[in-house]
Each structure stands twice: as C-alpha cells, then as structure tokens.
C-alpha cells in the first residue's frame, strides 16, 4: 500500500469502518419500507443491507453504562444493571451493539461481551474499534484485535472501526496503521466484508460543528452518501445538549407536537436520512432506553418543515457559549484531580436551562448568581474545581471533540471568580 494518501483515499479508506470476515456485506443501506401501516405496533425500525440483513435503527453505544463502586472502592461497570437493559433492547429489537477498548477505563467490552454471550451470536451485530491512541507498533495494535475478541467472547466482528481517525491528521493515521502493517492486516481480514463511516450526526452540528478541527454533519452525510458508504451514527443527542433544551427553544418543538420529547425530535432527524443504518445512544438507564425503543419503534421521519424547525433552532443555539463536551471521559483521570467532565456539565447545563448569570444589570442577577455557585459547589469538590487547572495539557490530545481543555477550564474559571465579586 502506498504510504502517500492523497485526501479522496483517506475518506475512502482511513474513514471507513474496517469489518471483519464473516459478516453480512454493508456496502450501502436503505429504508427497510417498513412504516407505522406495514408493521406491528412496537416493531423496530430496520435499515436493510444489501444482502438482506436488516439492520435496527436505534444501536446500543456501550460508553455510558451504569457504574458502581467496586470492593476496593474503584469504579466498575454494574453487570447487573447492564444485563438488564441489554435484555430490554434485545427482547425490542435492537441487534446492534457498540464498544471501544477504550471505553468505561476498559471495561466496556468484558461487559459487553458477558451480556451478550446469553444470546445467539448471529442474533446480532457487535461493532468495536482498533483504539491504538498511544502505542502504535503492529504487536501492541495487534493484542488490542484480538484481545478485543477475548473479551466480548467472539471468534469474528461484524463492524470494526478505526478509532478518532481524524486526531492529528493523515501523518497520524500513517503512523498508526500504514507504516506499521495494520492497514495490510486490517484489509485482508475484511475480505469478505465492506466500509461504513461513523460520525458525529446530529441537528447542531449539521451546520454548526465549532469545535475545532470538527466538520459539519451535512458535508460529511453528503461525501458518504454520493459514495454510497453506510453511515451509522454517534452523539445524536450531542452529549445530552438535545435532550435539555433552553425552554423557549423547547417550547417551539412543543408547540408542534405536545406529546413528543424533545430528545426524540433529535433521534428523528438522524434516522430520517436514508443512508444512516443505525443510530447510538448510550443509554445509561432504562428511561432513555424505553423512550428510545418506542421513538424508534414507531418511527416518522421528519418532514421538509420539521428538518427546517431544527435547524432554526441550531441556528439559535449556535449563540449560546456551551463547551462541546459529550461526557465521554477520555480526558480522565486529570493528572492534578481536576473533574473535567462535571466542570463542563454544571456549566453546560445552566446554559442550556437558560439560568447562566451573565452580568449585573440581569433581572433576578442574585439568584441566579447564588444558584450557579451553589449547584457548582454540589456538583465538583473544591478541590477538583476549574481554578485548580494548571494548564498542563495533558487532557487534550484525549478529546475526540478537540476542546482546548484548559482554555475552556480557565474561561469558567475566571467566569467564575467575576462572578463571585459581581464584576461581570
């Protein structure tokens, strides 16, 4: 393979999922047909692959399931919890499940695998990634293949992915699959099998991806599709950020449909693309898994006036000065104790909820002062609080979504303190 990969062969090649032998070709997907009058109630949505295999629309992301103290009072995943909600989605139709050796400190997998093993394993579809993000030899890359087999107890993957292609550019990529071998290696596993992309899809960044070095959703659906390349879906919610709208934008999707959640508008504009074949949702709990189920269950895609809706009110979002963390971890463990992700969070949420004090002159300015600094002090131990940020950067080259952690860290920071003595 030719170590010069001009950039159409790195969104073909580099960009595509890498799927192992043995599983049913994806070389595009279409709507299965099926709709609220061809279906039993509660049916799933299905996406069907060329060969016929049908595909559910909703698909587990296995990033955000439940944890629990362990024994000697570290974090592990709670089995229990897991094999339970696995057993909703199953029993509903959902056959697509993904994970990361990466994921939940690496634990995801080993759960993953104990959850699903309780079922046929051609009853459904197991997608992970080659996540080699600090050691790039063919040996180390290669124990990461197949310990990732090892641990969700299969002899061969339906989807594999390479993990966060996009950090640090075509030179990175070289260096962790091309020089070393694994392209080659990767390659002649998927002979029997296709490519699909996977990217971050939903109605804020369709148009609106700021983070930095992050592509607008349209441009990348559009480059996909005109390739017929399957696309499945992640952060349809973008970290939870469509699920909690600021109240007035939630009111305008109210005002349409009364009875409909806010996040599921979120769920059906993704899946109202035609070339999307799943959509993940890393439900940490049943709630959002049975609203999910039933979303996709009974799915209408939206109409032209809908998709505009949603992008009037990305528009109006685009405004507010949220950080684009998805809570997704990689950061973690800061080095010096700082708690990134609830940092985020607590201020993330105080935009979204339309209770962020922006200065003096603000009507009810104490109380919403007193509320942030309260909820703050709650939500993240003092001395884990953004103050505390020393600017090592050692957080960053983790972040999928390429946040310039401690700018966004010494920004709260200091919004923080003009805060506290009323300068703002």
């Not at 504009?269 to 039933?294: C, H, K, Q, W």
Request: glycine letters at 8%; charged letters at 25%.
């Amino acid at each position: 393979m030719s170590k010069n990969i001009n950039r159409r062969d790195f969104l073909k090649t580099a960009g595509a999922g890498l799927v192992g032998a043995g599983a049913a070709s994806l070389t595009g997907c279409s709507s299965s047909g099926n709709k609220d009058g061809d279906k039993g109630p509660g049916q799933m949505e299905v996406r069907t692959a060329p060969d016929g295999g049908k595909v559910s629309l909703l698909g587990y992301g296995c990033m955000r399931w439940p944890m629990v103290k362990g024994p000697d009072g570290k974090d592990v995943i709670d089995q229990e919890a897991v094999n339970e909600m696995v057993d909703y989605a199953y029993s509903h139709g959902v056959n697509y499940y993904d994970t990361s050796p990466a994921y939940l400190q690496g634990q995801s997998e080993a759960a993953a695998g104990e959850a699903l093993s309780r079922y046929p394993r051609n009853s459904y579809y197991i997608a992970t990634k080659m996540s080699n993000f600090n050691v790039w030899t063919a040996e180390a890359s290669l124990k990461i293949y197949r310990d990732s087999m090892e641990q969700l107890r299969t002899d061969y993957f339906d989807y594999y992915l390479l993990h966060a292609i996009g950090s640090g550019g075509v030179k990175a990529f070289e260096e962790r699959y091309v020089d070393n071998g694994m392209m080659d290696f990767m390659l002649k596993e998927r002979e029997a099998g296709w490519d699909f992309v996977q990217i971050e899809m939903n109605y804020m960044d369709w148009q609106h991806a700021k983070v930095p070095r992050n592509v607008n959703a349209d441009y990348l659906y559009e480059e996909l599709d005109k390739r017929e390349i399957p696309v499945t879906v992640m952060e349809p919610l973008l970290g939870g950020r469509l699920a909690s709208l600021p109240e007035n934008l939630a009111a305008m999707l109210k005002e349409r449909e009364p009875e409909m959640s806010v996040a599921s508008w979120a769920f059906r504009f993704a899946g109202s693309y035609p070339r999307v074949l799943t959509v993940l949702s890393g439900m940490s709990s049943m709630d959002p898994l049975i609203e999910n189920v039933e979303t996709y269950s009974h799915f209408k895609p939206l109409t032209d006036k809908e998709i505009e809706l949603l992008k009037e009110i990305a528009g109006l979002m685009s405004d507010y000065p949220v950080v684009g963390c998805t809570d997704c971890k990689y950061c973690m463990p800061c080095p010096y104790g700082i708690d990134i992700p609830g940092i985020f969070k607590h201020y993330n949420t105080c935009v979204n909820e339309g209770t962020i004090a922006q200065s003096r002159e603000q009507e009810e300015f104490r109380r919403l002062k007193r509320a942030y600094l309260v909820g703050y002090d709650r939500a993240v131990e003092t001395v884990r609080q953004a103050d505390h940020c020393i600017g090592c950067g050692q957080c960053e080259p983790h972040c999928p979504q390429s946040i310039q952690i401690p700018h966004e860290l010494h920004r709260i920071a200091t919004y923080i303190e003009k805060l506290r003595r009323e300068t703002l």
